[in-house]
């Protein structure tokens, strides 16, 4: 299929480049002295993941372990309160540890083993990456240091307890801020030196290259799936497919299945509290091109030109930049990207809970609260949305600000 100039028969073949590039967007804009590191990861990454016994080894690991393929589920109730489109639902929320998040880590921590390294490395913010790298570490017998700001250790004390009872090393970051920033920092650091015995797992579709692409790859296993149990359930393919977009990760695995396909496509944004910068995280809505943590993409930046400080309900959202691919497909126009503020997520929380018997992510809530309004303007036809992770990690924090509704 072709879109504005772009062949999606071959896009996958052509995007990113041999450097990592998705058109302008990607890179690798990195220290010296880890751009040895990157070149060892890349130069691995392009040899092993061709090899049969890595394909695999992973097809096992995710049959077995993982519990995949997840189903997709149809939601019926919800569908008739809306009207005539149908609503259904990847549930990612039943994949191993509770969100799509494991599908990298467990390719990343194989990748570790394969190329013989003893230890894994990685920041985490709220602890949902860290938990699940922690998680592949233990299933691979692989050292895990997870550098964390004390702030979020304070902020997200089972995360921290979870890590620590999975055998991981929760390394707090005292200095600055002491929030994910300074954990990206102090996690690189340590990274530069210790680079011949570990390596450092990116937790989503960012970062210099190869991440963004690597990351991509082994979240595709969602849209692959996705693609093939929704043509079985409906004889069709869905009219849109959509997901929420934090570095953006679950959305590039399943729009990776619908891309050469004409299916429109739309990535959720958190607008968190409303447009004033500081109050949301929504960095290709309201972002401009810029460098950070390694990689060219689209983001909010502060008047300084740093990374602007970005709220959202969903702590999984709150990054001021989303991925190089989405910034290029955002600015090709094949997939289309907007928000839902904070109100409306917690309402699609609720409304999912209450009809489906499904407690979303408050991350996937902001996909579920999109879907709803989508289904209202489309009138008909069918959405699949991306359901990147369950809710119980959040249930104590909505009940406390929240209450029951
Ligand atoms: C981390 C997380 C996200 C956001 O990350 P992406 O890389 O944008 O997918 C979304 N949903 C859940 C459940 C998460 O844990």
């Known amino acids: ?31 010296e002295k880890l751009k040895k590191a990157m070149q060892e990861i890349t130069d691995a990454y392009f040899t092993i993941c061709k090899s049969s016994k890595f394909i695999g080894d992973l097809r096992r690991i995710r049959k077995e372990f993982q519990g995949r393929p997840t189903p997709i589920s149809h939601l019926e109730r919800l569908s008739n309160s809306l009207g005539n489109v149908q609503l259904y639902v990847k549930r990612e929320d039943l994949n191993h540890s509770g969100a799509h998040k494991l599908n990298h880590c467990m390719g990343e921590a194989l990748l570790a083993k394969y190329m013989g390294k003893k230890k894994v490395i990685a920041e985490t913010g709220a602890g949902q990456h860290g938990v699940a790298l922690a ?49 990206v920092d102090a996690a690189f650091e340590a990274y530069s030196k210790e680079y011949k015995d570990c390596i450092y797992c990116i937790g989503s579709v960012l970062g210099p290259h190869p991440f963004p ?16 149990q929704f043509l079985e359930m409906t004889g069709e393919l869905p009219d849109a497919v959509v997901a929420c977009v934090g570095g953006g990760s679950n959305a590039m695995g399943m729009f990776s299945g619908f891309v050469n396909d ?25 972002g401009t091109e810029g ?21 959202s309900v969903a702590s999984g959202l709150d990054y001021p930049s ?10 090709l126009g094949r997939v289309k990207y907007d928000v839902v503020d904070d109100e409306e997520t917690i309402d699609a929380f609720f409304t999912l809970s209450k009809m489906e018997g499904i407690i979303p992510a408050i991350e996937s809530s902001h996909a579920v609260a ?36």
């Open 322 to 331: 989303s991925g190089p691919e989405h910034a290029f497909l955002h600015d």
């Open 291 to 311: 460098v950070m943590h390694g990689f060219n993409s689209i983001m909010l930046k502060d008047e300084n030109g740093e990374p602007a400080p970005v709220y």
């Open 213 to 228: 692409l690597m990351v991509r790859d082994f979240q595709s296993v969602v849209g692959i799936e996705a693609r093939e």
């Open 262 to 286: 004409p299916v429109d496509i739309y990535g959720v944004e958190p607008l968190g509290r409303g447009t004033t910068l500081g109050d949301h995280a929504a960095s290709l809505k309201y």
């Open 1 to 31: 299929m072709m879109y504005n100039g772009i062949d999606f028969d071959t896009y996958f073949k052509n995007y990113p480049d041999e450097n990592g590039y998705f058109g302008k967007y990607g890179g690798c804009y990195i220290e």
């Open 135 to 183: 998680t592949a570490a233990a299933y691979f017998g692989l050292e895990c240091d997870i550098y964390m700001g004390s702030v979020d250790i304070k902020k997200q004390a089972p995360n921290v307890a979870r890590m620590k009872i999975l055998g991981a090393n929760v390394v707090e970051v005292t200095h600055g801020l002491a929030t994910l920033k300074e954990a």
């Open 370 to 405: 999109y879907a709803m309004k989508l289904a209202k303007q489309m009138g008909r036809g069918s959405i699949l949305i991306n359901l990147s992770g369950r809710g119980d990690k959040d249930m104590d924090y909505i009940i406390e600000k929240y209450g029951i509704r």
